[in-house]
C-alpha cells in the first residue's frame, strides 16, 4: 500500500515536471531578462500561471494567497501586508517605549535640519506625510485588523514642538465624505489624483500661514473631469492578479488660462529629458529638475519624496516654478547639503508615507557649518579656562601637551555658564606642532551635576587653526540647558601628536538671525 502512494507521487510529480515546460513555452514570448532563454529553468520551471490560479480561485473568499505583502479587506479593499514596516500589528497596539524613543530621535533631527536649511537661506521647511491607507478608510479593513486608537505617527507628532509636520489625515478623512469617488486605489497602495489633490490643498493651506503672500491653487480650478477604468495596482500585482481586477482611475485636470507647461531636466548635466504638458512624474533617483510655465509662484523648492509624489507632482509644478525632486532615500546626507547649496532652494518640502516616516533615515543629522575663521561679527560671551587634561603631557616649555595615551582630551570650565539662546558659536584654536594634516575632534559639553556623554558632542575634521562651529542646528545643544564645561577629544592622535589650545571661547554672530 505505501509503495503504491510513493508511486502515486512519483507519477504525479513527474506529469507536473512534464506539464509546466510545456505550459511556459506555450505562453513564452521572448526574454523578460537579459540574457533569459527559453531552455532556462527560470522560464521552464515558473510556477507563477499556478499563482495567479490559486488568487483567482481564493480571492472572491477574501483569503489572500501573498499574506506578507497583501491582505483583503472588504468590500475587495485591498491593503499592505505585514512585510511592511510591520503595518498590521504596529496598528493593532499601543505605542510602545521603543515608538516614543525613536519619534524623539525623529523630532530631535528633524528640528536640526530647520536650523541648519535656516542657516542655509532656506526660508520655510516642512514635512508632509502621506496617510496610510488603512488611516483614511480603516473601515473596509477585516474585523481582525482593526487598529489601536493611538499610532506611532501620533507619537512622533506629539515630539514636533515647532509644527515641521503637516498632519493632513483629519484632512482627508473629512473629505472622502465629500466626494463619491474614493481617494485612494482600492486595489493599490497609493492614493490616486483625486486624494492627491486633497492632500497637497491642505498641505498648501498650512504653509500659506508661514508664507502669507503664496499664491495658491483653488478647487475651482481642479475638477474631476471623467472616471475610467483601470487595470488593477501593485497590490493587485502581489497576488498575481492584475490583469484580473479592475480599479476606478479618478482624472483630475488643472483649469486655467494659462495651461501650465513643463520641462524636465538631469539637474547635473543640465540635458533636457521632456517637454510638454503637466504630466505625473515617477519618483527621480537622481536629481531630476522641473520647470513649470505660467506657475503661480517664481520660487524654487527642493522637494524629497516617495511614490506618494507621483499623482501630486502636476500640482506642486502648477504652484512653483522650479521643483528639484529627488526620491529622499537616493539622497544622503552629503548630497542633500550639495542640493541645498548648488539649487539654493526657497522651500525644502519632504512628502513621505506614513508608514515609512519613522525609518532610521529621517533620525540622521545635518552636516556640522564651520569655518577656519571667527566670524566677522563674533560677540564673546564666555571663555573656557584649562581645568583637566588625559592622556597628554606638558612640553618643556609648557605651552603645548605631548600625546601620551589613546584617549587624549582638554576639559575646559567657562568664566560663566551659557545656555543655547545666549550664543550660536563656539570658536577653537588649535595647533598641531608642526602637522598640518586634517584633524579628527569631538567637542562635548555638559551643565553643572552632569557627565559628558556621546549625546552630548559632536564630531568633526577639521585643519589646524582656528575653526568656528555654528551650534544651532545642533538640537542637543539647544536642549543642554546652561552649559558650565566643555571638552575637545583629539580623535586622531597620529595627525596631532602635539596638542595646543591657546584659545576656547563661546560667543554670537550678530550675522546669524536663525532662533533656536
Given amino acids: 500500500m505505501i509503495k503504491k502512494r510513493v508511486f502515486v507521487f512519483l507519477g504525479v510529480a513527474l506529469l507536473a515536471l512534464a506539464i509546466v515546460p510545456l505550459i511556459n513555452l506555450s505562453a513564452w514570448n521572448g526574454p523578460k531578462k537579459e540574457g533569459q532563454e527559453w531552455w532556462s529553468d527560470s522560464v521552464l520551471y515558473n510556477f507563477d500561471f499556478a499563482s495567479a490560479f490559486l488568487g483567482r480561485v481564493f480571492y472572491p473568499h477574501g483569503i489572500s494567497t501573498n499574506p506578507s505583502q497583501v491582505f483583503i479587506g472588504k468590500d475587495d479593499w485591498l491593503y499592505l501586508g505585514e512585510q511592511y514596516e510591520k503595518t498590521v500589528t504596529s496598528r493593532r497596539h499601543q505605542p510602545t517605549a521603543l515608538d516614543a524613543e525613536a519619534a524623539q530621535v525623529i523630532a530631535s533631527a528633524t528640528r536640526s535640519w530647520d536650523q541648519w536649511l535656516t542657516l542655509k537661506g532656506v526660508r520655510m521647511f516642512r514635512v508632509m506625510l502621506g496617510p496610510d491607507k488603512n488611516t483614511v478608510y480603516p473601515e473596509f479593513l477585516p474585523d481582525w485588523a482593526q487598529q489601536a486608537s493611538r499610532s506611532s505617527t501620533d507619537t512622533l507628532l506629539a515630539n514636533d514642538s515647532k509644527g515641521l509636520y503637516v498632519d493632513i489625515r483629519n484632512a482627508m478623512r473629512t473629505a472622502k465624505s465629500r466626494f463619491a469617488e474614493s481617494l485612494y486605489y482600492k486595489t493599490d497602495t497609493h492614493w490616486n489624483s483625486l486624494g492627491a489633490w486633497v492632500a497637497f490643498r491642505a498641505f498648501e493651506a498650512e504653509i500659506a500661514r508661514a508664507e502669507p503672500g503664496l499664491r495658491l491653487l483653488s478647487d475651482h480650478e481642479v475638477r474631476i473631469t471623467k472616471v475610467?477604468?483601470?487595470?488593477?495596482?501593485?497590490?493587485?500585482?502581489?497576488?498575481?492578479?492584475?490583469?484580473?481586477?479592475?480599479?476606478?482611475?479618478?482624472?483630475?485636470?488643472?483649469?486655467?488660462?494659462?495651461?501650465?507647461?513643463?520641462?524636465?531636466?538631469?539637474?547635473?548635466?543640465?540635458?533636457?529629458?521632456?517637454?510638454?504638458?503637466?504630466?505625473?512624474?515617477?519618483?527621480?533617483?537622481?536629481?531630476?529638475?522641473?520647470?513649470?510655465?505660467?506657475?503661480?509662484?517664481?520660487?524654487?523648492?527642493?522637494?524629497?519624496?516617495?511614490?506618494?509624489?507621483?499623482?501630486?507632482?502636476?500640482?506642486?509644478?502648477?504652484?512653483?516654478?522650479?521643483?528639484?525632486?529627488?526620491?529622499?532615500?537616493?539622497?544622503?546626507?552629503?548630497?542633500?547639503?550639495?542640493?541645498?547649496?548648488?539649487?539654493?532652494?526657497?522651500?525644502?518640502?519632504?512628502?513621505?508615507?506614513?508608514?515609512?516616516?519613522?525609518?532610521?533615515?529621517?533620525?540622521?543629522?545635518?552636516?556640522?557649518?564651520?569655518?577656519?575663521?571667527?566670524?566677522?561679527?563674533?560677540?564673546?560671551?564666555?571663555?573656557?579656562?584649562?581645568?583637566?587634561?588625559?592622556?597628554?603631557?606638558?612640553?618643556?616649555?609648557?605651552?603645548?601637551?605631548?600625546?601620551?595615551?589613546?584617549?587624549?582630551?582638554?576639559?575646559?570650565?567657562?568664566?560663566?555658564?551659557?545656555?543655547?539662546?545666549?550664543?550660536?558659536?563656539?570658536?577653537?584654536?588649535?595647533?598641531?606642532?608642526?602637522?598640518?594634516?586634517?584633524?579628527?575632534?569631538?567637542?562635548?559639553?555638559?551643565?553643572?551635576?552632569?557627565?559628558?556623554?556621546?549625546?552630548?558632542?559632536?564630531?568633526?575634521?577639521?585643519?589646524?587653526?582656528?575653526?568656528?562651529?555654528?551650534?544651532?542646528?545642533?538640537?542637543?545643544?539647544?536642549?543642554?540647558?546652561?552649559?558650565?564645561?566643555?571638552?575637545?577629544?583629539?580623535?586622531?592622535?597620529?595627525?596631532?601628536?602635539?596638542?595646543?589650545?591657546?584659545?576656547?571661547?563661546?560667543?554670537?554672530?550678530?550675522?546669524?538671525?536663525?532662533?533656536?
Fill in 228 to 516: 475610467n477604468e483601470r487595470q488593477g495596482g501593485d497590490l493587485a500585482k502581489f497576488l498575481r492578479l492584475k490583469e484580473t481586477l479592475r480599479d476606478s482611475e479618478v482624472v483630475v485636470d488643472i483649469v486655467s488660462e494659462r495651461p501650465i507647461e513643463i520641462e524636465q531636466y538631469e539637474f547635473d548635466t543640465g540635458r533636457l529629458k521632456k517637454a510638454g504638458g503637466n504630466p505625473q512624474i515617477h519618483t527621480a533617483r537622481q536629481p531630476l529638475l522641473v520647470k513649470s510655465k505660467h506657475a503661480l509662484n517664481d520660487k524654487k523648492v527642493l522637494w524629497l519624496r516617495d511614490s506618494f509624489g507621483t499623482a501630486m507632482a502636476p500640482f506642486m509644478a502648477a504652484t512653483f516654478s522650479e521643483t528639484l525632486q529627488i526620491h529622499y532615500e537616493s539622497a544622503d546626507t552629503a548630497s542633500l547639503a550639495r542640493l541645498v547649496d548648488t539649487f539654493k532652494p526657497d522651500y525644502v518640502f519632504v512628502t513621505v508615507v506614513e508608514r515609512a516616516a519613522r525609518r532610521k533615515r529621517f533620525g540622521s543629522l545635518p552636516p556640522l557649518i564651520f569655518s577656519s575663521e571667527k566670524p566677522k561679527r563674533f560677540t564673546s560671551v564666555s571663555h573656557g579656562l584649562p581645568t583637566e587634561t588625559h592622556d597628554l603631557i606638558k612640553t618643556r616649555n609648557r605651552q603645548a601637551y605631548r600625546v601620551a595615551g589613546a584617549d587624549p582630551y582638554v576639559t575646559f570650565s567657562l568664566d560663566q555658564p551659557v545656555r543655547a539662546r545666549d550664543v550660536s558659536q563656539l570658536v577653537l584654536d588649535l595647533n598641531c606642532g608642526e602637522k598640518t594634516e586634517p584633524v579628527k575632534v569631538q567637542i562635548s559639553w555638559h551643565s553643572a551635576g552632569r557627565e559628558f556623554s556621546e549625546a552630548n558632542s559632536v564630531r568633526f575634521t577639521t585643519q589646524p587653526g582656528m575653526t568656528a562651529i555654528n551650534l544651532t542646528p545642533l538640537s542637543s545643544w539647544a536642549q543642554a540647558g546652561a552649559v558650565t564645561d566643555i571638552r575637545v577629544d583629539i580623535d586622531s592622535a597620529s595627525a596631532c601628536p602635539i596638542v595646543a589650545i591657546s584659545s576656547l571661547e563661546l560667543g554670537k554672530d550678530a550675522g546669524d538671525q536663525s532662533a533656536i
